[in-house]
């Protein structure tokens, strides 16, 4: 879908306010996947539209620095899967995820969830941290 790729690069690109996008299920059929919302703010703002009888990916821009100097801009995929989504669509979703990192392919850290307090931001920026590598910040963090 050209929306799907057109949504990824505006996430992608620095100048756009873009922060996030969500990626779910059509009603009408029910394996293809489509943007379904994009934002501005963080995974906050994402966590909002995540619902317990669905599945969906979202992909998020997170901005973090470890001191003044050292500005980076990273970028995580969310697999989520609600509480209360079929055994069917649970069993279809690792082969549909192959074809989503076709299209959403350049992130740090990939976090499957299935309730909503699986994707709190602290968190997510320690998991980034560990990812990254080096952390010149030490003094300072909890890992």
């Not at 003044?68 to 899967?81: D, G, Y």
Request: with cysteine.
């Amino acid at each position: 879908d050209p929306e799907i790729a057109k949504a990824y690069e505006d996430v992608r690109d620095d100048k756009s306010k873009t922060a996030w996008l969500l990626l779910t299920f059509d009603k009408d059929r029910k394996d293809a996947l489509a943007v379904s919302q994009t934002g501005t703010g963080g995974i906050d703002e994402l966590k909002e539209h995540l619902e317990a009888d669905a599945a969906a990916f979202g992909y998020i821009r997170v901005p973090m620095s470890n001191d003044a100097l050292s500005q980076r801009t990273k970028f995580v995929l969310v697999v989520w899967i609600g509480q209360n989504v079929s055994v069917m669509r649970r069993a279809k979703l690792s082969v549909q995820k192959a074809d989503v990192i076709k299209v959403l392919r350049n992130y740090s850290v990939e976090i499957p969830a299935s309730e909503h307090c699986e994707l709190v931001a602290d968190d997510v920026l320690v998991r980034l941290r560990k990812a990254g590598g080096a952390n010149y910040d030490r003094q300072t963090s909890d890992y």
